[in-house]
C-alpha cells in the first residue's frame, strides 16, 4: 500500500493547535460531500479544498483563519492514499472541539449518499485502518475508536454509502469482507485534464469567488444603508408617538382643571371637523390629479390628432405645390407658343401687304 505525500503541494499556514503524537485517540472517516467525476485531477482537487478551507471563517467571528486542508489523509477513486497534514497537529473536521483535538481525519473522494464508493476505496480504507490500528503504537486509537463523522455530530457524513462499513469495520475489529458492501462496479477512468487546463479552470472559479465578494460587499452597504433608514423610521415613530403622548396628557390636564361637558364635546366635535376637512383635501387633490392626468391624456391625443393632422395638410400643400408647377410650366410654354404664333401671323401680314403694294405699282411708258 502506497501512501503520497502531497503536504508540500498544499496551502499552509501554521495557526493549527499543536499536540503531542500519544493523544490521539479516534480515527474519524469524512466524505468529501460532492459528486466525484468519472475523470478528474485527484491533486489539484486537494489543491482547491485546501485553498477553500484556508481562506474560511471557521470561528465565524469574520476572520480568515484556516490553517490549511482540514484531513490529514484523502483517498481517490482509485484509492490512491495522499499524507495532507501533520499528525501532530489538531484540524477542525468533525463538530466537536475534544474530538478533534485527539483524532486523526481521513476523508474519501465523492459524495458517497449520492455515489458509491468505489472498490479500490473500501479495500484502500479498509488496509490503511488496519496498519493505524495496529502498528503504530505511538498512539492508542485502535478497532474500536473508528467513527464516522456522523456519529461524533449531527451530519450526512460519511454518507449513506459508507458509514455501514465504517461502524462493521468497527464492530467486528477489522474483520470485513468488501464484497459484501455496495460499490462502484465500473473504474474510474485516469484523468487526462492537463495542469494547464485546471490552472484555468481554477483562476475562472477565483474570478468568480472576487466578483462574489465585491457583490457580497456591495449587498453588506445596502444593508448599512437600509439599517439607516429602518432608524430613521424608528425614530420618527417615536417622535410621533411622543408628540400623541403629550397631546394626551394635555388634553387630560384640560378635562382635569374642571372642563365642562359641553367644551369636551365641542373639543372633539372641532378635532372631527378638522379630520373631515383633511379628508376632503385629501379626496379633491385625488380628483385634482386625476383631472389633471385626464387632461394631459387628452392634451396628448389632441396633440397626436393635430401632428396627423399637420401631416395630412403638408402632404397636400405639397401637392398643391406640385400642380403649381406643373401649371406655371404650362403658361410659360403656352406664352412661347402664342408669341411664336404672333410672329407667324405678323411675318404673313407683313408679306402679304409687300405683295400688295407690288400689284398696285403704275407700268411704266
Known amino acids: 500500500m502506497k501512501i503520497s505525500d502531497i503536504r508540500s503541494q498544499l496551502v499552509y499556514r501554521d495557526t493549527a493547535p499543536h499536540r503531542a503524537i500519544n493523544s490521539i485517540k479516534y480515527i474519524v472517516i469524512h466524505h468529501d460531500a460532492v459528486e466525484a467525476p468519472t475523470e478528474y485531477n485527484p491533486i489539484e482537487l486537494y489543491k482547491r479544498e485546501a485553498n477553500y478551507h484556508y481562506n474560511k471563517d471557521w470561528n465565524g467571528d469574520g476572520k480568515v483563519d484556516g490553517s490549511g486542508l482540514m484531513y490529514h489523509y484523502k483517498i481517490d477513486r482509485w484509492g490512491n492514499i495522499y499524507f495532507c497534514r501533520n499528525?501532530?497537529?489538531?484540524?477542525?473536521?468533525?463538530?466537536?472541539?475534544?474530538?478533534?483535538?485527539?483524532?486523526?481525519?481521513?476523508?474519501l473522494d465523492g459524495h458517497l449518499t449520492n455515489q458509491k464508493p468505489t472498490k479500490a476505496q473500501l479495500q484502500s480504507l479498509k488496509d490503511f485502518l488496519v496498519g493505524l490500528c495496529t502498528q503504530h503504537p505511538e498512539f492508542p486509537a485502535g478497532f474500536s475508536s473508528v467513527f464516522g463523522h456522523r456519529e461524533i455530530?449531527?451530519?450526512?457524513?460519511?454518507?449513506?454509502?459508507?458509514?455501514?462499513?465504517?461502524?462493521?469495520?468497527?464492530?467486528?475489529?477489522?474483520?470485513?469482507?468488501?464484497?459484501?458492501?455496495?460499490?462502484?462496479?465500473?473504474?474510474?477512468?485516469?484523468?487526462?485534464?492537463?495542469?494547464?487546463?485546471?490552472?484555468?479552470?481554477?483562476?475562472?472559479?477565483?474570478?468568480?469567488?472576487?466578483?462574489?465578494?465585491?457583490?457580497?460587499?456591495?449587498?453588506?452597504g445596502i444593508e448599512k444603508d437600509l439599517k439607516g433608514t429602518i432608524e430613521g423610521f424608528k425614530q420618527a415613530l417615536e417622535q410621533e408617538k411622543q408628540e400623541s403622548a403629550n397631546f394626551l396628557n394635555k388634553l387630560a390636564e384640560n378635562l382635569n382643571c374642571g372642563l365642562d361637558k359641553t367644551t369636551t364635546l365641542g373639543c372633539i366635535e372641532e378635532?372631527?371637523?378638522?379630520?373631515?376637512?383633511?379628508?376632503?383635501?385629501?379626496?379633491?387633490?385625488?380628483?385634482?390629479?386625476?383631472?389633471?392626468?385626464?387632461?394631459?391624456?387628452?392634451?396628448?391625443?389632441?396633440?397626436?390628432?393635430?401632428?396627423?393632422?399637420?401631416t395630412t395638410k403638408s402632404e397636400e400643400i405639397d401637392g398643391l405645390k406640385t400642380d403649381l408647377a406643373r401649371v406655371q410650366k404650362e403658361l410659360a410654354e403656352l406664352q412661347v407658343a402664342q408669341e411664336d404664333k404672333k410672329s407667324k401671323v405678323l411675318l404673313r401680314l407683313t408679306f402679304r401687304a409687300y405683295a400688295l403694294t407690288l400689284f398696285k405699282r403704275p407700268k411704266s411708258g
Open 153 to 220: 455530530s449531527a451530519t450526512n457524513c460519511p454518507g449513506d454509502n459508507l458509514i455501514k462499513f465504517v461502524q462493521d469495520f468497527r464492530k467486528n475489529k477489522g474483520q470485513v469482507n468488501i464484497e459484501n458492501y455496495s460499490y462502484e462496479t465500473g473504474e474510474p477512468q485516469e484523468p487526462t485534464v492537463t495542469i494547464e487546463q485546471l490552472q484555468a479552470e481554477v483562476k475562472a472559479k477565483d474570478d468568480t469567488i472576487f466578483e462574489l465578494k465585491d457583490r457580497v460587499a456591495e449587498l453588506q
Open 271 to 310: 378635532i372631527k371637523a378638522q379630520a373631515d376637512r383633511v379628508n376632503l383635501a385629501e379626496s379633491n387633490l385625488v380628483k385634482a390629479n386625476n383631472k389633471i392626468k385626464k387632461l394631459n391624456e387628452e392634451l396628448a391625443t389632441n396633440q397626436d390628432n393635430c401632428q396627423t393632422r399637420l
Open 87 to 107: 499528525l501532530g497537529e489538531a484540524l477542525w473536521h468533525c463538530g466537536n472541539y475534544t474530538k478533534n483535538l485527539q483524532s486523526i481525519a481521513i476523508c
